[in-house]
């Protein structure tokens, strides 16, 4: 009995060790008015000067998730892979290795690192970040 509850511990502790960690983006709507935010596990609306948080399993090779942005007549698509550009030290750890990030989108598309508490911060190289309208 002792030896397959070990046996099922240290799976569990391999199979953690294998997985992306999770990430959570919490954004802030600064756009001025309604958006709906998209990723592949759904899709929520968020009113202006409101937030909300999705989750992004930031993996590599072919396995690239989206996040989509609609707000009134226009659409832009933030490849996955952009949110790498965040520097480590912006994310606060959580549990299981998860992390956690805190930005705001303003009404031309832009993608800015702020504090926790909204609090404008020194953007690092590669923000705030820039789409094209679709």
Not at 6 to 30: E, F, K, M, R, T
Not at 74 to 91: A, H, V
Request: glycine share 6%.
């Amino acid at each position: 009995m002792r030896a397959s509850r070990l046996a099922v511990v240290a799976g569990s502790i391999l199979l953690l060790q294998s997985c992306s960690p999770a990430s959570l983006i919490h954004l802030y709507n600064d756009t001025g008015a309604t958006i709906v935010v998209a990723t592949r596990s759904g899709s929520v609306s968020v009113p202006p000067h409101s937030s909300t948080q999705f989750g992004l399993i930031l993996a590599t090779d072919q396995h690239w998730e989206s996040l989509t942005v609609t707000a009134r007549d226009r659409t832009w698509r933030y490849l996955q892979r952009l949110f790498t550009r965040i520097p480590w030290e912006s994310w606060q750890r959580g549990p299981f290795e998860s992390r956690n990030v805190f930005v705001r989108l303003d009404s031309r598309g832009r993608i800015y690192l702020t504090a926790p508490d909204g609090a404008a911060v020194s953007q690092p190289s590669g923000f705030p970040l820039l789409l094209e309208k679709t």
